[in-house]
């Protein structure tokens, strides 16, 4: 019996087991995240014009869920309207968040692709030597950001999330599966990344689902607290299907080794 807590059940995929503790998620001291409004805990209210505005209450945000559920400290990097270049370029120098962490989770894309219509780019465009020689596309500027956490710490674990599908319409739909089976390939560029695959194995993020989770097009307190138990159970799901790489979590970033395992 115990070894079902700690390996993949036979055909299991990603999300098809909720934990409400988020199993493995809790082995790490810290965690950063990097994001936009869906990671700052953005609400949309009415002002006395009938116009909507727009409010980071982090204490909301999926992130501050997770630190709560598992004790995990969760740096929280995020802010609403936020993009890969603007991060890495201003935002990040400018509030000190080039820190070091165990792990982050990367959790951009809705701003950078539908918002400022960021050329989207591919694989192609990351210079795995020099990121200065990026091109000045979305998966540019995502390459320059990974790089430059791998800098800070070469043994962080990088949790990269492609967007969950919301049928707003065919074309966002075609980009955002296109974007998820490029992203497929940088994980494979750099030590320790994974991928969480939302598009794939989130809900369809549809009226319905608005209807019930959702304040607007931002997540309501439910659709944040989703969201943490989705971000938490898929990191158990990472930790149990490589459980080799995340044996010395206890020893990023702090110099000490254990040669018995390879």
């Keep these: 019996m115990m070894k079902k807590i700690f390996e993949l059940q036979e055909g299991e995929k990603p999300l098809d087991i909720i934990k409400d503790n988020c199993g493995f998620a809790s082995i790490f001291k810290k965690i950063g995240v990097i994001g936009d409004s869906l990671s700052s805990g953005?609400?949309?209210?009415?002002?006395?014009?009938?116009?909507?505005?727009?409010?980071?209450?982090y204490e909301y945000s999926w992130p501050s869920i997770l630190e709560r559920i598992t004790?995990?400290?969760?740096?929280?990097?995020?802010?609403?309207g936020m993009t890969f270049k603007e991060f890495y370029e201003t935002w990040a120098d400018k509030n000190n968040f080039w820190k070091k962490e165990q792990a982050y989770i990367i959790f951009l894309g809705n701003n950078d692709l539908f918002v400022y219509n960021q050329k989207v780019g591919s694989i192609d465009d990351i210079n795995i030597k020099d990121s200065s020689k990026n091109n000045d596309t979305y998966f540019g500027y995502l390459g320059k950001v990974i790089s430059k956490l791998k800098l800070i710490e070469p043994d962080s674990r990088i949790f990269l999330t492609s967007l969950q599908?919301?049928?707003?319409?065919?074309?966002?739909?075609?980009?955002?599966?296109?974007?998820?089976?490029?992203?497929?390939k940088v994980v494979k560029l750099f030590t320790y990344t994974y991928l969480i695959d939302f598009t794939e194995y989130l809900f369809l993020y549809d009226e319905e689902a608005r209807n019930k989770?959702?304040?607007?097009?931002?997540?309501?307190?439910?659709?944040?607290?989703?969201?943490?138990?989705a971000f938490g159970n898929y990191i158990d799901?990472?930790?149990?299907?490589?459980p080799d790489d995340f044996r010395k979590i206890p020893f990023i970033g702090t110099g000490l080794v254990n040669n018995n395992y390879k």
């Excluded at 955002?176 to 497929?184: I, Y």
């Excluded at 607007?216 to 943490?228: I, V």
């Excluded at 799901?237 to 490589?242: A, E, S, W």
């Design 42 to 57: 953005e609400f949309e209210s009415t002002n006395d014009k009938g116009e909507i505005t727009y409010h980071d209450m």
């Design 71 to 80: 004790g995990t400290k969760y740096d929280n990097f995020s802010r609403g």
């Design 165 to 184: 599908i919301d049928n707003l319409s065919p074309e966002r739909t075609k980009v955002v599966r296109e974007v998820r089976e490029e992203m497929k």
């Design 213 to 229: 989770i959702a304040m607007g097009f931002h997540p309501n307190p439910l659709g944040y607290y989703s969201l943490a138990l």
């Design 237 to 242: 799901y990472i930790i149990r299907k490589y």
